[in-house]
């Protein structure tokens, strides 16, 4: 499995599409990693990690899997801004 991620990772250096949602496919893809969580674990989670960034805690630091899922999925991230917003963090 780690060999795909490789090969991903290397070919989306080298692709040169000019389709936007190609390169976005390809940046997700060459960003995956062994270890993540679904959708449905980060939204269970997303109010303790804003627990946690309202308290002044390193949240990124504390669920790094959480954080990672929120930089890369545009769905998760929009649902913790806004119950971000909804605490006034």
């Not at 490789?6 to 893809?29: C, D, G, H, Y």
């Not at 959708?39 to 989670?45: E, I, K, T």
Request: glycine share 2%; charged share 30%; aromatic share 8%.
């Amino acid at each position: 499995m780690k060999n795909i991620f490789s090969f991903f990772k290397r070919w989306n250096k080298k692709a040169q599409s000019n389709n936007p949602n190609m390169q976005m496919l390809l940046r997700s893809v060459s960003m995956t990693e062994e270890d993540e969580i679904s959708c449905d674990d980060v939204f269970n989670l997303l109010d303790q990690f804003a627990e946690m960034i309202k308290r002044g805690e390193d949240a990124s630091q504390l669920m790094p899997l959480v954080h990672k899922h929120l930089n890369m999925c545009p769905d998760c991230r929009e649902e913790y801004e806004s119950l971000a917003q909804m605490m006034d963090i």
